[in-house]
């Protein structure tokens, strides 16, 4: 079994801040990439940023220069540091993880079950 678990969502005004963490458990051997996607209403998820577990980062056009993503490799643990918040940042966020979970080529995708990110104008 594995687990994905995020936190830190919340209700920020415009031009505010908020770190999100997710953190993936259990049958795990090895996790590649790491990344948040958000889901705004009656639109498809999106990519926000993903990471690899060498540190390589990728960005919405969107987001960039206003977000940061990181990861604990120690702790199985992505984080998305959000600044400069914008009403257009609303949404549900997802955390996806692609992990092995024995020995060989194949992975899996898990994600959590969203965080709520609210911006007021």
């Known amino acids: 079994q594995v687990q994905v678990v995020e936190s830190g969502g919340g209700l920020v005004q415009a031009g505010g801040s908020l770190r999100l963490s997710c953190a993936a458990s259990?049958?795990?051997?090895?996790?590649?990439?790491m990344g948040w996607y958000r889901q705004a209403p009656g639109k498809q998820r999106e990519l926000v940023a993903t990471i690899t577990s060498g540190g390589s980062t990728n960005y919405a056009d969107s987001v960039k220069g206003r977000f940061t993503i990181s990861r604990d490799n120690a702790k199985n643990t992505v984080y998305l540091q959000m600044n400069s918040l914008k009403p257009e940042d609303t949404a549900v966020y997802y955390c996806?993880?692609?992990?092995?979970?024995?020995?060989?080529?194949?992975?899996?995708?898990?994600w959590g079950q969203g965080t709520q990110v609210t911006v007021s104008s």
């Open positions: 259990g049958s795990i051997l090895s996790i590649n990439d």
């Open positions: 996806n993880a692609r992990l092995r979970r024995s020995p060989g080529f194949r992975t899996y995708d898990y």
